[in-house]
T-cell receptor
Framework: EDQVTQSPEALRLQEGESSSLNCSYT??????LFWYRQDPGKGPEFLFT???AGEEKEKERLKATLTKKESFLHITAPKPEDSATYLC???????????FGKGTKLSVIP | NAGVTQTPKFQVLKTGQSMTLQCAQD?????MYWYRQDPGMGLRLIYY???????DKGEVPNGYNVSRLNKREFSLRLESAAPSQTSVYFC????????????FGAGSRLTVL
């Protein structure tokens, strides 16, 4: 069964304190790994797609990387506006069904 | 563009009542989805519609029905609401071809008493 596990569940950082979020997955024949950001009271918003081990994508203070078993979302010098829940997801057996992890709630304290 | 629009945003029901959550997208997307999000459980797929005229069950379909009314609209119906269906419901859509980049609506918070 396909599984996506995110850690930690919650992360509290001081403004400017860099860190990483982890997403490990077990899926046969990875067809992409997706990162989303979700603000309180809103729907998830797409950030990145990674397709192959070694691939990296960047957007402002965020950088996503992918290995054969896990993905990392690195946050460099975070700001309070980066506070959100970050979700990762992989396509399951059917290409239409994304399996989501439970998310990491990031809080950046000024 | 409005993207994905869900109505209502909030709803309180009594056990046994029925209701329909509405979803419409204006991006000419072929595929549409209904997810529920519960604390500690993450997003779980209820039903999806790969294209107009087709619907399929997801991970947690029991207690729900869906209708793909046309290419733009995909509704979710609770025939006899139960407290276990208290949740935040999200509609999403994407183009059939290319990456599975979902565009989500803002969510509908449903409470069943």
């Amino acid at each position: 069964e396909d599984q996506v596990t995110q850690s930690p569940e919650a992360l509290r950082l001081q403004e400017g304190e860099s860190s990483s979020l982890n997403c490990s997955y077990t899926v046969s024949g990875l067809r992409g790994l997706f990162w989303y950001r979700q603000d309180p009271g809103k729907g998830p918003e797409f950030l990145f797609t990674l397709y192959s081990a070694g691939e990296e994508k960047e957007k402002e203070r965020l950088k996503a990387t992918l290995t054969k078993k896990e993905s990392f979302l690195h946050i460099t010098a975070p700001k309070p506006e980066d506070s959100a829940t970050y979700l990762c997801a992989v396509p399951g057996a059917g290409s239409y069904q994304l399996t989501f992890g439970k998310g990491t709630k990031l809080s950046v304290i000024p | 563009n409005a993207g994905v629009t869900q109505t209502p945003k909030f709803q309180v029901l009594k056990t046994g009542q029925s209701m329909t959550l509405q979803c419409a997208q204006d991006m000419n997307h072929n595929s549409m989805y209904w997810y529920r999000q519960d604390p500690g459980m993450g997003l779980r797929l209820i039903y999806y519609s790969a294209s107009e005229g087709t619907t399929d069950k997801g991970e947690v379909p029991n207690g729900y029905n869906v209708s793909r009314l046309n290419k733009r609209e995909f509704s979710l119906r609770l025939e006899s609401a139960a407290p276990s269906q208290t949740s935040v419901y999200f509609c999403a859509s994407h183009r059939t071809s290319g990456a599975n980049v979902l565009t989500f609506g803002a969510g509908s918070r449903l409470t069943v008493l």
